[in-house]
């Protein structure tokens, strides 16, 4: 069966202060890692990685996908108030139109 | 519309009951899914379609769960006979091509409370 595993489930941490969010995956014929943010309601896409070792940046937020150790993580430097929100991980497989998602790592910055 | 609209954005209902929880997808979009997220638990996929045919519907937990998709368009989630565990948020989401991004454009979800 294929699998998404993140950690931590829950993070509390002040604001300026750097964090990573790992995510691992167990999946047959793997095509992609995808980084989604939720805050209230609707995920919103961040990053697709397909390639290992190449990093993706948006801003203060980064990720790399480590396709050896069948891994990710999302960094977020600097980090802000409004980067509160749940962090969610999903996996594509070749062949089949869905996202399997992780649990989720909720994010909390505090001012 | 501008992005996925989901209707109703709440609803509370009686053990027993069925109700009907409808996505409007982002015009064009010819695939269409539904997530369901219970609480402090990622998105646990339901069915996947493509046009109005359900190609993927591996995750529907129960036969109490039904879907259809009509015109490639607007999609209605069924369940029947409701449970307490059924409560949960029900996240619709449509997209182009997943194959291309992968990006999923997600509706603010249905949430169910079954009491």
């Known amino acids: 069966e294929d699998k998404v595993v993140q950690s931590p489930l829950s993070l509390v941490v002040h604001e300026g202060d750097t964090v990573t969010l790992n995510c691992s995956y167990e999946?047959?014929?793997?095509?992609?890692l995808l980084w989604y943010k939720q805050e209230k309601k609707a995920p919103t896409f961040l990053f697709m990685l397909?390639?290992?070792?190449i990093e993706k940046k948006s801003g203060r937020l980064s990720s790399i996908l480590d396709k050896k150790e069948l891994s990710s993580i999302l960094n977020i430097t600097a980090t802000q108030t409004g980067d509160s929100a749940i962090y969610l991980c999903?996996?594509?497989?070749?062949?089949?139109?869905?996202?399997?998602f992780g649990q989720g790592t909720r994010l909390t910055i505090n001012p | 519309g501008a992005g996925v609209s989901q209707s109703p954005s709440n609803k509370v209902t009686e053990k027993g009951k069925d109700v009907e929880l409808r996505c409007d997808p982002i015009?064009?979009?010819?695939?269409l899914y539904w997530y369901r997220q219970s609480l402090g638990q990622g998105l646990e996929f339901l069915i996947y379609?493509?046009?109005?045919?359900?190609?993927?519907k591996s995750g529907l937990p129960s036969d109490r769960f039904s879907a259809e998709r009509t015109g490639g368009s607007v999609s209605t989630l069924t369940i029947q006979r409701t449970q307490q565990e059924d409560s949960a948020v029900y996240l619709c989401?449509?997209?182009?091509?997943?194959?291309?991004?992968?990006?999923?454009?997600f509706g603010e979800g249905s949430r169910l409370t079954v009491l």
């Open positions: 999903a996996s594509k497989v070749q062949g089949a139109q869905k996202l399997v």
């Open positions: 999946v047959t014929n793997f095509r992609s």
């Open positions: 397909t390639s290992s070792g």
């Open positions: 015009s064009g979009h010819t695939a």
């Open positions: 379609f493509q046009g109005n045919s359900a190609p993927d």
């Open positions: 989401a449509s997209s182009l091509v997943l194959a291309d991004t992968g990006e999923l454009f």
